[in-house]
């Protein structure tokens, strides 16, 4: 059974950087499309980035494109989401997902707690 596990989140200023990692065990990685969703106090948890199983397909939520870039390196088992230009409204849980396409997930990680200070 597959687990994913989040890390690289933080406390960062408005305009800042982070870098999230999603490591997965259990099983590889490279058949299956990944995504990071993310879910704010209050608020429903929305899609943010897409990325299929070699890498070729991504897709963004329009809030974040232009910002935010997804990655994948399958030999590591490991999913990136590399966020710049950081906004307040960015602030949110973060979690990795697993899926069979890059618009259905099945398997999700715990999350990693993002907060952009303004």
């Known amino acids: 059974q597959v687990q994913l596990v989040e890390s690289g989140g933080g406390l960062v200023q408005a305009g800042g950087s982070l870098k999230l990692s999603c490591a997965a065990s259990g099983r590889s990685i490279s058949a299956y499309a990944m995504g990071w969703f993310r879910q704010a106090p209050g608020k429903e948890r929305e899609f943010v980035a897409g990325?299929?199983?070699?890498?070729?397909?991504?897709n963004y939520a329009d809030s974040v494109k232009g910002r935010f870039t997804i990655s994948r390196v399958n030999a590591k088992n490991t999913v990136y989401l590399q966020m710049d230009s950081l906004k307040p409204e960015d602030t949110a849980l973060y979690y990795c997902a697993q899926g069979r396409s890059i618009w259905e997930y099945d398997v999700w990680g715990q999350g990693t707690q993002v907060t952009v200070s303004s």
């Open positions: 990325i299929s199983w070699g890498g070729g397909t991504t």
